[in-house]
């Protein structure tokens, strides 16, 4: 009896349903930052994405947002401008987190 496992590959995506923006998929292989255009209704989840080495991923949210999440990422670093209600970070290793407004 064998067993056949498929591995599912993350994709890269910024995938923007209404007033919600998920960011999921990204690895070291990333090299720019990946711009993430707000609005003050926008809530915004940033999930899944690894780092590799001394290679960090650089999230920049630009405009004011309703909240931000990450969750279950290693070595990003996260830049927003403005943040209405929550930031919150769960399940991360090597986090930063730069707001450059308020929150």
Do not use: W
């Not at 067993?3 to 999921?24: A, T």
């Not at 070595?75 to 308020?102: H, L, M, P, T």
């Amino acid at each position: 009896l064998t067993s056949h496992f498929h591995i599912k590959k993350n994709k890269m995506s910024v995938v923007i349903n209404g007033d919600r923006c998920v960011v999921e998929g990204y690895t070291h292989e990333q090299k720019e930052p990946v711009v993430i255009e707000a609005t003050p209704k926008m809530s915004i989840y940033i999930g899944s994405n690894k780092g590799n080495g001394g290679q960090t991923i650089v999230f920049q949210i630009t405009g004011k947002c309703k909240t931000v999440t990450v969750a279950s990422s290693s070595k990003i670093a996260v830049v927003c401008e403005d943040v209405i209600a929550q930031i919150e970070i769960v399940r991360c290793k090597q986090v930063q987190f730069q707001c450059s407004g308020a929150v």
